[in-house]
């Protein structure tokens, strides 16, 4: 080997190269960077074909115009994680239309075993978070995309756990607030699509998010969702109510259809100021409500309508009528320290 290729390999060396369990993203970066530190991507679409299981995303703080499509799976032991490096600093606003190449989401997910943590969800599409794998993660993002136009879409969410066959998805820690507020028709029976959290499949935990002043529903369950956790959250200001606890449509009103939504728990949550309900059980067009749903030691306060309509079903150790503030509730908003 010559010197001068000797020379080329020695220099080739002392470049950084990322190792996969650390990669950078930048406002001015480029994909055409190995996505260290000093040389970092430029999009979180690119970055998450370059990640490998146990692998982390940090995002630099900025405003990102991409709609981010991610698909890398983890495993049990070895999650992928994106990670806004300073807290709600990261900012993602697409700016391609609702409808195009990229769909109806800012972000979606598809990847098993990963986590997307702390960043602003923004912009006008349909959906904020799309959790489209199994054992996600959506934990302290801000997300309040306007969803302008998605009720002629028939459709529309701040966070969505949207694949009907996936499941055991977690959002936590949430803020999600005014989605579909760019609809001048919220409320109930004009506006019921457009939904702060969804929920379309089995054993997803929704626990210590705030959710406020959603075009319909604050927190909403349907399609196949099942052995759910509704815990710690605070539902106010809905168009329509505060939870919803339901099933039905596809894939419940197609053969073979759903077995309906039964054991989940609702538990711990304030609800206050909604314009219909506090909290609603309701099912329909091919799903079904079990006898196993549970509803214990909520909040209720100055609902438009009803505290609980919950077809028959008892709210038990449930406090109605009080300010949840006054009443030291406050303790349910912070959630523990892991």
């Known amino acids: 080997m010559n010197r001068f290729k000797r020379v080329a390999i020695l220099l080739i060396s002392l470049l950084p190269v990322p190792t996969f369990a650390q990669l950078y993203v930048a406002p001015g970066g480029s994909d055409a960077n190995p996505g260290t530190q000093s040389a970092p991507l430029a999009t979180i679409t690119k970055a998450s074909t370059l990640v490998r299981p ?94 302008d136009g998605c009720k002629e879409i028939g459709a529309g969410s701040g966070i969505n756990s949207e694949n009907y066959s996936a499941g055991h998805n977690t959002i936590r820690s ?50 196949a969702a099942s052995h759910a956790t509704i815990s710690h959250n605070t539902s106010v200001r809905a168009g329509d109510s505060g939870i919803l606890v339901g099933s039905g449509n596809n ?48 909040i209720s306060y100055k609902e438009g309508i009803t505290d609980w309509a919950l077809g028959g079903k008892v709210c038990t150790s449930c406090v109605v009528g009080v300010d949840p503030f006054l009443y030291g509730a406050q303790q349910l908003l912070n959630p523990p320290r892991q």
């Open 54 to 147: 146990g692998g982390t995303v940090f995002v630099a703080p900025g405003l990102y115009n991409e709609a981010v499509v991610t698909a890398a799976s983890g495993t049990a032991t070895q999650r992928i994680q994106y990670v806004s490096q300073v807290n709600h600093g990261a900012i993602i606003w697409p700016l391609i239309a609702n409808g195009s190449s990229t769909g109806y989401l800012v972000w979606k997910n598809t990847g098993d075993y990963s986590d997307i943590t702390g960043f602003q969800i923004a912009g006008k599409r349909c959906d904020g978070i799309g959790l489209a794998g199994s054992y996600q993660g959506a934990y302290d993002n801000e997300v309040y995309n306007s969803a």
């Open 251 to 298: 894939p419940c009103s197609t053969p073979p259809g759903c077995p309906g939504n039964d054991y989940t728990v609702v538990s711990y949550n304030i609800v206050a100021e909604n314009t219909r309900a506090g909290i609603y059980e309701y099912c329909d067009t091919g799903g079904t409500c079990g006898s196993h749903n549970t509803y214990v030691s909520n």
């Open 174 to 223: 949430n803020y999600v607030h005014d989605v579909g507020r760019g609809n001048t028709d919220c409320g109930p029976g004009r506006n019921n699509v457009i939904h702060g959290i969804y929920i379309s499949n089995v054993y997803d935990d929704v626990e210590y998010n705030r959710v406020d002043h959603s075009c319909a529903y604050n927190i909403h369950l349907w399609h």
